[in-house]
Structure formats: C-alpha cells, structure tokens
C-alpha cells in the first residue's frame, strides 16, 4: 500500500500547498489559519494575515521560552462574533420573535484573561456567563459590568451561593438559579424571603433523548444532570405552594457535549419544547429557553459525525434549533422565548495553540554498517545474505529470516556466546533489511498482513519540550485528535515519519494518534532537524479544557502564556505575558517549603565543606546553582 503523503513531486519541488493539503489545515482551520508561499503558518483576520513564527521571534526578544500557550485574542473576539450574527440571522430569516443571548461556561477555560476578554468582547452581544460554582460565580460578578448581564448559574448550589445570586439581582444582572435537585429548592424559597428579593429559576429537565459522541452520558436516562418528570411536577407544585411559580422563568435542557450529528440536536429541541409547552400550560412563566452545551468543534476537519468532527455548518445549526422551536411552538401558539446557549468548546478551542520546540530525535535507522570481518559470525553472514537478496517477492520470506538471525544473536549475547560489537552490528543490520523492506513495500500493490505496522515500528521518535499531561490532558485521558503540524519550513517536503513524545518519564507521554486524510494516522509527517536550528511544532484548537485540566505530572507546571491581537496592517501587539511555573511555585504547589529546602540543601553543603569534601568557594556556586534553578522554568530551557 502506497503512503501518498510522501510522495515526492516532479523534479523534488513541494510547495506550501502540498504542505496544506498534508495537514489540512484548510480543513480544520475554520479560516483562523492558513499558510504563506513561504512555507509559514499564518494566523488570519479578517483583512491581514501573520505567520507565528515572527509571533515567535518576538517572544524571544522577551525571554520566553519554549513551550508557550499561544492566545490570539482576534480569534476569540471572531468566534464570539459568528455565533451572535448566526443566531441573528436565523432569527431574523425566520421570523423568529425573540432574541438570542449567548452564556460562556467558565469550567471551559477558566483563566481570567479569556473570561474577561469573553465579557468585554460579548458586552456588545450581551453575551454573558454560565457559572457551575461559588469560585466561578465569584469571577462572574466581578467581571460582568453592565446591568441586565446573563447569569446561568448550573450546578449545586448551597445557601452562600443563593445568597451571591440573590444579590446578584438586586445589582440589576439577570441571574438565574437552574434548579439541578429538588434539595435546591427549598433553599432558594427560604432566602429569596428572608432577603425579600424574587428570585429568576430555571429547572434542568432530564432529557430522553440521546446523543452520540464521547459525552453521550449527559443525555438520557442516566444522566447525571436534571430533574425527572416526577420530580419536575414536584417542583412545579412547590413553587405553587409558596407562591412563587412567576419565578420559574427559564427551561434548561442541556444536549450534550460535542455533539457532531445535526439530527440530534433538532430531536433533543423537540423534546425541549414539549417541556416547555406543558410547563406553560401549569402555569409557569417561562421567557427563556436553554439549550446548554453541544455545539461541536470540528477538529479533524473531516465535516462528518464522527465524535470528534461535525457535520453541520454553524449556520445550520443555528437554522435549525430556530426553526424548530418556532414551528413546534407555533403549534402551541405560545410567545416565542429567548434562546440561550452554552457554547464553550467552540467559543474558545480555535484561539490557543501550544507551540513547543523539538529537542531531539531517536531514528529506528542503521548507524552504520557493519564491515565485513575476516572471522564474521555465520549468522552476521547470513543477515548479510537476506539484504542481498531482498526483492518484492521474497519481501515476507526475508523480513521473517531477519527476525530469526536478530533474535538468535541475542540470545547468544545473553549466555555470553557473542560480544556486545557483534550484538550491535545484528541490530544495524536487522535495522537496515527493515528499512529496505519499508521501501519496497511502497511499492507493493498488495501489503502482507505481517507486515502492516512496520511503517509504524520504524517511525522516529519526535521529542518536544511540553509535558502532554499538563498542556493536552486530553489525549491521554479520551484519545482527544488535535491538529498538530510544523509552523515554518512547509515549502519543503517532510519526509520523515514520526510520533511525538514529551520530556515526561511516562510511557503515556507520546501522541501516536495523528489526524489523516480520511481517518486517524499513527505517525505524522515531519521534517529532517537541522543543526543549530530550532524545529517548531504547534498544537492547534487547545483553548477548550486542557489549561484547566492540566496536572503537575513530574512537576511540569503551567507554561508561558502569550497574548496577541493582531492589527489591520499586519503588526501585532503582545497584549499580556505571563511567565509560567517556576520550580518554586510548583514544589510549593505539593506541599513543599522552598525556603525550607534551600535551608537543608544550604546545611547539607556546609557539612560537606566541614568534612573535606567540597571547599567553600564550590559550596557557594553549588548554592547559586542550587537557588537560581528554583527561580527556573520547569521545562527545557536552551543555554543563552
């Protein structure tokens, strides 16, 4: 089977088209990014265009090293942007009778930087914030400004956290309480009276309908979230007994997560709406309707169903939710509430990419090979003999001799019958018939099932400067695709075949999994690393979760984070830096005491001069040592 991604071109020309079409970053890319004639990724606005690597360069006039979370403010302001208009112009198309308020869900990135640009971005939208906790509705309150500002708050909420939602309305923010339990209720009901200010509810409602994707659990019977109906009239007649059923203004059905089939969500807002029909017809006051979550980003760009793409366009999904709960509710003849959404996935995953540097590479290649010795062990011969006589037809004969050599060799090493050179001169040997059997195979119009993986067994390990754990949780916890590529030197042809691992002692710190044409790839595409020469890789649609869910795995603690935005004449201003972790911060992180353990090292050192074994003058550069990598980044950092 031919690998068509390395194919050369006539003549050994590539451009950075090929490059393009490669990756597909068209694809995935939802316009945000391109590449230039030079062979440089670009990030896009709307009238200019900048490659990151003179992103790049400037961070390293500022001392920022490698690896960095890269933020592009205008691609968060944009995606704020489409999701208004969309729902603007399906309203307006359809002649829907009520507008559109969009909330962020601060658990999908919670970093004040991102929620406040969220904010002063979305004022003009009055696009507001959905809180799951007394910390989040904590940051809501002190970022919103503008009264009449949407709060959502969702999850459990004790009595401290009504009373911040109470106080919330009477600041003049439109604050609803969604009911999650029936234990919430009563809560509610007791301190809206005591502080004597109505509160705004909502009530999640457990739906039936059923979504595919990683997160399918959140809908269904089994979800985890939402009253049932039983519970759901329980609710209903207890607000009636105390009177307050006008405050049950908002109904909540949260889809899913993620959800990449269209038909879904058009099924999940029909059962939405029944809700909403019945709930009016008992006599609630219902204004708003909110459909959570689900909006998906397509990662692999493979516009599909599958649980990582999408197959819908945002303006169809817009469209559709518009248009059904118009028509389903028109048949109701009911007065066409506000819709609300939850999108966070797609509101921030495009703006951050991690961009990290490569620090070496292991190649599954011959070093060289061995010359032929006048006492050569028969079974060096004989591996000699299968690489002379290697053709296409006899290609599994000679892979499965090559195996059988290499292995008694070593077993020969281990009962000491064959030295270490002759045990070094099979594996070269072993390594270069592999590698010939690999080209021969592109060739082949048919591959022995043997021989399948060899394409992958031979790969180069890529070693990047980032810690997967902290930075891409999310590949190792649910086999999460990200876009990953090189960003400069696309105007030449990569030519190697690679996975990636971290600077992590884990085995589970590699990316093996890669996105292809048409389905996953287990290696990626990259190029020969030049000496002297920094080779850049970025992680793209990272802004969603993984700074959140990121760990201290070997105490790889957070990363620089740089913030752009991105003039109209092709200049960019480093809006915010942040320098990441220091060793200091993340011991403190555990439980240490840094002080403290510059004291005991400080001792340590003393005692070593007392008893000879180091002089003063090395005890004071061992400390300076000591305390000045305490102040350092925890990842890699070149020599100045």
Not at 225 to 236: A, E, N
Not at 573 to 602: C, N, W
Request: charged letters at 25%; proline letters at 3%; hydrophobic letters at 35%.
């Amino acid at each position: 089977m031919n690998d068509k991604r390395f194919l050369s071109t006539p003549n050994g020309a590539w451009s950075a088209q090929q490059s393009a079409e490669l990756y597909g970053i068209e694809r995935w890319g939802n316009d945000y990014f391109g590449l230039s004639e030079k062979g440089f990724v670009t990030a896009k606005t709307l009238n200019t265009q900048v490659p990151l690597m003179d992103i790049v360069q400037g961070m390293t006039e500022r001392d920022l090293q490698m690896p960095v979370l890269l933020r592009i403010e205008n691609i968060l302001d944009a995606q704020i942007y489409r999701l208004n208009t969309a729902f603007s112009n399906a309203i307006e198309k359809l002649g829907y009778k009520a507008p559109y308020r969009g909330v962020y869900p601060i658990k999908v990135n919670q970093q004040a930087q991102v929620v406040e640009e969220i904010a002063d971005f979305g004022a003009r939208f009055k696009h507001g914030l959905e809180v799951g906790s007394k910390p989040e509705m904590i940051a809501a309150l002190s970022t919103l400004t503008e009264p009449g500002s949407l709060i959502i708050c969702n999850g459990y909420k004790d009595q401290e956290f009504v009373e911040l939602g109470l106080q919330a309305i009477k600041l003049g923010f439109e604050c609803y309480f969604v009911i999650e339990t029936p234990a919430e209720l009563p809560i509610i009901i007791e301190r809206s009276k005591e502080l004597n200010i109505e509160p705004l509810i909502g009530v999640r409602v457990k739906m039936t309908s059923k979504v595919s994707g990683h997160w399918n659990s959140t809908s269904g019977d089994r979800s985890v979230f939402g009253l049932s109906t039983s519970q759901l009239i329980q609710l209903v007649d207890r607000l009636k007994e105390a009177d307050m059923l006008q405050c049950l203004q908002l109904l909540h059905c949260h889809l899913g997560s993620q959800i990449p089939n269209i038909r879904e969500i058009r099924g999940g807002v029909v059962e939405a709406c029944r809700y909403y029909a019945d709930l009016c017809a008992e006599g609630a006051a219902l204004t708003h309707i909110d459909f959570g979550g689900g909006l998906a980003v397509d990662y692999t760009g493979a516009r599909s169903n599958d649980a990582q793409s999408r197959n819908y366009t945002l303006e169809e999904y817009c469209e559709d939710i518009v248009e059904t709960l118009k028509s389903t509710l028109d048949e109701y003849e009911l007065t066409h509430p506000t819709i609300v959404t939850e999108s966070g996935r797609a509101t921030v995953a495009y703006s951050s990419i991690l961009l990290f540097n490569i620090l070496d590479v292991t190649k599954f290649e011959p070093i060289e090979l061995p010359k032929v010795g006048a006492d050569e062990h028969q079974l060096l011969q004989d591996m000699r003999e299968v690489l002379i006589s290697l053709q296409e037809e006899k290609v599994q004969e000679c892979y499965n001799d090559a195996h059988f050599y290499r292995d008694e060799i070593r077993e020969l090493f281990k009962r000491g019958q064959v030295d270490l050179r002759t045990r070094s001169a099979a594996e070269n040997l072993f390594l270069e018939i592999l590698q010939q059997i690999n080209t021969t195979l592109d060739t082949m119009k048919r591959m022995p099932v043997d021989l399948e993986g060899l394409k992958e067994s031979l790969a180069d390990i890529y070693y990047g400067n980032f810690s997967l754990f902290q930075s891409l949780p999310d590949i190792w916890a649910i086999d999460q695709l990200f876009p990953i590529m090189p960003i400069h030197r696309l105007d030449e042809e990569p030519k190697r075949n690679a996975i990636i691992a971290d600077i992590t002692c884990d085995c589970d710190g590699k990316i093996d999994k890669f996105i292809g044409e048409h389905e996953p790839s287990n290696t990626l595409p990259l190029h020969e690393m030049k000496d002297n020469e920094e080779y850049y890789l970025g992680v793209f649609l990272v802004g969603a979760y993984q700074e959140t869910l990121g760990d201290l795995h070997n105490l790889f603690g957070d990363t620089n984070v740089v913030s752009v935005r991105i003039n109209d004449d092709s200049s960019f201003d480093f809006v915010k830096e942040i320098h990441g972790d220091t060793i200091a911060d993340v011991l403190s992180y555990v439980e240490y005491q840094p002080k403290e353990m510059a004291l005991r090292y400080r001792n340590t050192a003393e005692r070593a001069v007392k008893e000879g074994r180091i002089t003063a003058r090395e005890r004071q550069e061992m400390l300076k040592t000591y305390n000045a990598s305490m102040l350092g980044y925890t990842y890699y950092e070149r020599d100045e």
